[in-house]
């Protein structure tokens, strides 16, 4: 099968501080990652897409410069959250599509990571 | 993409059938019908897809209407690890958009 895989699991930080997010695809590589963001009780709801190789396609009302994207490799995206505030506290998920997976009727081209729930204090 | 309505929650007895409706009244040609799950604190898991036919997998079967414009998601013999949130969305792959939008999904409770 194909593994996602995040880190850390969860965090708690203080106030202010910074916050990066890992998602790995273990046995495949993927063009493209998706960053979700899920409130208790809520759907997910997409943050941004990461292309390797190119600057993050964030969501309306998403800002970019508070959620810092890089997906530097084809198994790697990153999300840093900045200078994090209790607001931020949620559930962040993301997943990743497996490249050379032509645009057939598979419903499976993403795979989602575990989830990392950050906690602000 | 078209919207999709799914009721909110459902229970079912363990080791009965658990089918799961969705409704997807304004789906176009080209979209396809996905179901997800995502059980608590976890991230969302492909169950299935289908374009028009019945599909069937290992866990579950999927029944779309002749017209395409609601399915249901049957689980056969539940049990209580398929406690989860179920979500339907419908898109379409072959235009290049990987997007899935999820809305609320419906909450299944598996009962002993």
């Known amino acids: 099968g194909a593994v996602v895989s995040q880190h850390p699991s969860w965090v708690i930080c203080k106030s202010g501080t910074s916050v990066k997010i890992e998602c790995r695809s273990l046995?495949?590589?993927?063009?493209?990652m998706f960053w979700y963001r899920q409130f208790p009780k809520q759907s997910l709801m997409l943050m941004a897409t990461?292309?390797?190789?190119?600057?993050?396609?964030?969501e309306q009302g998403v800002e970019k410069d508070k959620f810092l994207i890089n997906h530097a490799s084809l198994t790697l995206s990153t999300l840093t959250v900045t200078s994090a505030h209790p607001e931020d506290s949620s559930f962040y998920i993301c997943?990743?599509?497996?490249?050379?997976?032509?645009?057939?009727?598979?419903?499976?081209?993403?795979?989602f990571g575990p989830g990392t729930r950050l906690l602000v204090l | 993409d078209a919207k999709t309505t799914q009721p909110p929650s459902m229970d079912c007895a363990e080791g009965r059938a658990a089918n799961l409706p969705c409704n997807h009244s304004?789906?176009?040609?080209?979209?396809?019908v996905y179901w997800y799950r995502q059980i608590h604190s976890q991230g969302p898991q492909y169950i299935i897809h289908?374009?028009?036919n019945n599909e069937t997998n290992e866990m579950v079967s999927l029944i779309i209407t002749e017209d395409r414009k609601s399915s249901t998601l049957i689980l056969p013999h539940a049990t209580l690890r398929d406690t989860a949130v179920y979500y339907c969305?419908?898109?379409?792959?072959?235009?290049?958009?990987?997007?899935?939008?999820f809305g609320t999904g419906t909450r299944l409770t598996i009962i002993p």
């Open positions: 289908g374009l028009k």
């Open positions: 304004t789906i176009s040609g080209n979209e396809y």
């Open positions: 969305i419908v898109r379409a792959p072959l235009l290049g958009n990987e997007k899935l939008t």
């Open positions: 990461s292309n390797e190789g190119s600057k993050a396609t964030y």
């Open positions: 997943s990743a599509r497996r490249s050379g997976l032509g645009l057939s009727s598979w419903g499976e081209t993403q795979y």
């Open positions: 046995d495949f590589q993927a063009t493209t």
